[in-house]
């Protein structure tokens, strides 16, 4: 996959930076950042802890990936950002989010799957060529 596109490029750049700041918004909440003297780890329980240490990890990876354009930053930005609507649409009381943050959450998944069907689409028109 080549995401080196010249037209693709800031549109990747702009899903870098949202997946970073959720990512960044994923890690404040595993400090417990807006939870005052409450553990974070009794608020969410272990699995749901678990489960944001490693979407959150893996959201920050992705992000950077995206940034220096290479191909495992979308494939990671699209197997997390799945997953985790996965669980989440499965009624897993593990996986807690607002409605804000599925939001984004979605934008980010459908605007991967754009990234890479526009990059599909470059790689057909530049074949017939």
């Known amino acids: ?11 990747i750049r702009i899903v870098a ?3 970073l700041l959720l990512g960044l918004s994923d890690a404040a909440r595993l400090l417990g950042v807006n939870l005052g ?3 974070p780890l009794a608020t969410m329980g272990m699995t749901g802890f678990v489960y944001l240490g490693i979407f959150a990890l ?6 950077v ?6 191909s495992w930053g979308a494939a ?20 807690t989010m607002s409605a804000v943050g599925f939001a984004l959450r979605l ?4 605007s991967i799957v754009a990234i890479l069907g526009l990059n599909l689409r470059m790689r ?5 060529d």
């Not at 996959?1 to 549109?11: F, K």
């Not at 893996?58 to 992000?63: E, G, K």
């Not at 990936?65 to 290479?70: D, F």
């Open 76 to 95: 990671l930005l699209l197997g997390a950002t799945g997953v985790e609507l996965a669980l989440y649409l499965l009624g897993s009381t593990d996986v």
């Open 1 to 11: 996959m080549d995401l080196n596109a010249p037209t693709i490029g800031i549109y």
């Open 17 to 19: 930076i949202l997946c």
């Open 65 to 70: 990936g995206l940034w220096i354009k290479a």
């Open 124 to 128: 057909r028109a530049h074949a017939g």
């Open 58 to 63: 893996a959201r920050l990876f992705a992000a």
């Open 37 to 39: 003297a409450v553990s």
């Open 107 to 110: 934008v980010l998944l459908v």
